[in-house]
């Protein structure tokens, strides 16, 4: 297991132009949560969830990774063996920055996966609905391999267990409101960082042992520089 995890959610996707959930301006003021992102809305309102998420989909083609996805990449790349990055984003921006083995805990965007079988295949930026409906595997339907409110995520084991094993724990640029930070942070890590633009009322940020209110891509250099510092005396 690597002895330092990273853990990004929406905000360090905001600098590139992509709209977070829950702040002023954010996804959710345009649309209903019920009808297009809760367990059930395939069944109930399926043409307006994927047109939901084409256009999601769809909008990623022109935004690409930022500074903080940049370095954090590098810094990966650096210390394969030592440093993993795990995400809430649905995003591929970190995969356009060169990262490989990314846990993106609430799904991949990019990819659409059968709801029977365990078929998934990669579309990219393209509407779903311009080319893949049944699964070519069983024939049953296909949907956005992302994780609704309410279904279980599979990932969320991986993504423990790392944390379990690691000795620095990143958290970059979410609410805390989806997955609780604090309890990502009560479990016996060594150092913890917090990056937020600003303080969340979510989020005891007095947990922290070092706490970074700027854009990720202001952090960025400093988080990584605290990664370097941390590895070399991990190392002697």
């Not at 395939?42 to 307006?48: F, I, P, S, V």
Request: proline share 3%.
């Amino acid at each position: 297991m690597a002895k330092v995890v990273i853990f990004t959610g929406a905000g360090i996707s905001a600098e590139s132009g992509i709209d977070t959930f829950r702040d002023s301006g954010g996804v959710w003021e345009n649309f209903n949560i019920e009808d297009v992102c809760v367990k059930g809305c395939l069944e109930k309102n399926r043409d307006a969830t994927i047109n939901f998420y084409d256009t999601r989909r769809v909008a990623l083609k022109d935004k690409q990774p930022n500074y903080a996805h940049k370095q954090i990449v590098n810094i990966q790349k650096k210390y394969p063996e030592k440093i993993k990055l795990i995400t809430q984003n649905v995003d591929d921006l970190f995969e356009k920055a060169g990262a490989v083995d990314v846990i993106h805990v609430h799904g991949f965007l990019t990819q659409i996966r059968c709801t029977n079988c365990e078929y998934t295949e990669e579309i990219g930026n393209v509407a779903q609905s311009e080319a893949w409906d049944s699964c070519p595997m069983c024939q049953s339907m296909l949907r956005p391999d992302i994780v609704f409110f309410n279904e279980s995520a599979p990932f969320y084991e991986d993504m423990f267990r790392e944390m379990d094993d690691c000795e620095m724990l990143i958290v970059m640029g979410t609410s805390g409101a989806t997955l609780c930070v604090g309890l990502m942070v009560d479990r016996g890590v060594k150092y913890t960082i917090l990056n937020n633009l600003e303080e969340h009322y979510s989020i005891d940020h007095s947990k922290f042992d070092k706490t970074i209110f700027k854009p990720a891509t202001k952090a960025v250099d400093e988080i990584v520089e605290d990664i370097e510092q941390f590895l070399s005396k991990e190392s002697r």
